[in-house]
């Protein structure tokens, strides 16, 4: 049965053996029939590395050669998604037909690479949160479960094909939150959402970016995405630029903050996407990171959050400048800050934060941990994509918070936050609490 079963697999993963001259002593002699090589295949086979003909069946009873061996175990090593177990019997199958192997040259260099075309990398996360307003005495409170994706496929030497793909739920009802029942922040999706998508490409000093994917400044006040187009030049001083169009709908897209609306002249509701181009100058040279970067959005209109009696703030325009720095003196102290201005607003338009780390969790180095503290304030028509969990946008307050990895890929986060909504200056505290395994 097994030589039935290996002398089938044989025929479908033949790659044209005949046109080929190879210079083992006797590629063609018999597999023995209890050589351990026909267990390893069949549960190969079994477990789905290794597959049948297109009716999904096995059939034939020829026997099995040492060359055909050597043919589906070079079909095996260019698979990537096998079990521990899978890829020990396939490196073992490796070595007791290596010379067969080496006489398919080129042809197993060629499996192996193409095999390694595509990588996927990805995480499992879940996440606390409590968002207290202690003046009004309510508070928000919400778990969440994301499961991410990230394929990248090589297209050539240049350009690369890149992805993000989410699917999150709320624990609490088990469900999707897709009304918002837990806070207007908690909104989330139990379909897998294409987050990103975009192809880049390298050129030396050059780099090229076409689709949906994240923009400059997505470590503080734009971690979101945008389609369009971007393009980056240099090495230690580096321009970046791109332009495209933003969502801006808090209902289409949770990366917004939502603090205002928008709205047409005569008070109609408006299409929320923004026309976007930004451009940045940025330096980096070991301990030293910084850099100038400028956002420029234009919709029909912006209506921005104003203080106590101001007048209302219409714009059709945000025009953002920010300029950011982050120092590391050895491998556990750094520090870390921006400043932001919307020059369009009259209100909130400010927003800057500074923090101090000492070290950090390493996801995977087991044991390696980490400590901050910071000061943030995020006036909302400033930070409209906010990337803190703790000291929110249209926010102000200390935040301090840990990490550890407990396990190999395993990371553990804490933030607590205290400080003043803006708008209201009632009294504010945050909890945060999240489990990443990364794969």
């Known amino acids: 049965m097994k030589k039935t079963l290996v002398s089938a697999l044989t025929t479908a993963l033949v790659v044209g053996a005949a046109s080929t001259t190879f210079a083992a002593a006797n590629p063609f002699s018999d597999v023995p029939a209890d050589h351990w090589a026909y267990d390893a295949v069949s549960q190969l086979a079994a477990d789905g590395v290794i597959e049948g003909y297109g009716d999904t069946t096995f059939r034939g009873n020829q026997n099995i050669t040492r060359y055909e061996m050597a043919q589906m175990i070079a079909k095996a090593m260019a698979k990537t998604d096998v079990s521990a177990a899978d890829k020990a019997l396939i490196d073992k199958l490796a070595a007791e037909f290596s010379d067969e192997l080496n006489n398919l040259g080129v042809r197993v260099s060629n499996l192996e690479r193409n095999a390694d075309m595509v990588k996927w990398n990805g995480k499992a996360e879940y996440t606390y949160y409590s968002h207290r307003d202690k003046d009004a005495n309510t508070k928000t409170n919400d778990d969440q479960l994301l499961f991410r994706l990230e394929p990248s496929a090589e297209v050539n030497s240049h350009w690369h094909v890149n992805a993000r793909l989410d699917a999150s739920t709320d624990l609490a009802k088990d469900s999707a939150d897709a009304n918002s029942e837990h806070g207007k922040h908690s909104k989330q999706d139990t379909h897998v959402t294409l987050k990103r998508v975009w192809a880049q490409g390298n050129y030396g000093n050059f780099q090229v970016k076409l689709g949906k994917f994240a923009q400059i400044d997505n470590d503080s006040i734009f ?217």
């Open 223 to 439: 971690d979101t995405s945008f389609s369009g187009a971007e393009v980056q030049f240099g090495n230690k001083v580096t321009f970046t630029a791109g332009a495209g169009r933003q969502n801006m709908d808090v209902k289409d897209d949770s990366d917004f903050t939502g603090e205002f609306d928008f709205k047409t002249k005569d008070g109609l509701s408006s299409d929320k996407k923004a026309n976007y181009q930004y451009a940045g100058l940025g330096y980096g040279d070991g301990k030293f990171v910084g850099g100038v970067d400028y956002h420029h959005l234009n919709a029909d209109s912006f209506n921005y959050a104003v203080d106590k009696g101001a007048k209302a703030n219409v714009e059709d325009n945000a025009n953002i400048w920010l300029a950011k720095a982050a120092y590391r003196f050895d491998k556990t102290n750094a520090l870390n800050g921006f400043y932001a201005n919307n020059t369009s607003a009259d209100d909130f338009d400010k927003a800057w934060s500074a923090q101090y780390s000492y070290k950090g969790a390493e996801a995977e180095n087991k044991g390696t941990w980490g400590a901050w503290a910071a000061y943030r304030y995020l006036g909302q028509n400033t930070d409209l994509f906010s990337t803190f969990d703790v000291i929110r946008a249209s926010q102000k307050g200390w935040e301090v918070g840990t990490n550890y990895a407990p396990f190999k890929n395993v990371v553990a986060t804490l933030r607590y936050g205290n400080g003043k909504n803006l708008l209201t200056d009632n009294k504010i505290e945050n909890l945060f609490g999240r489990i990443e395994m990364f794969f």
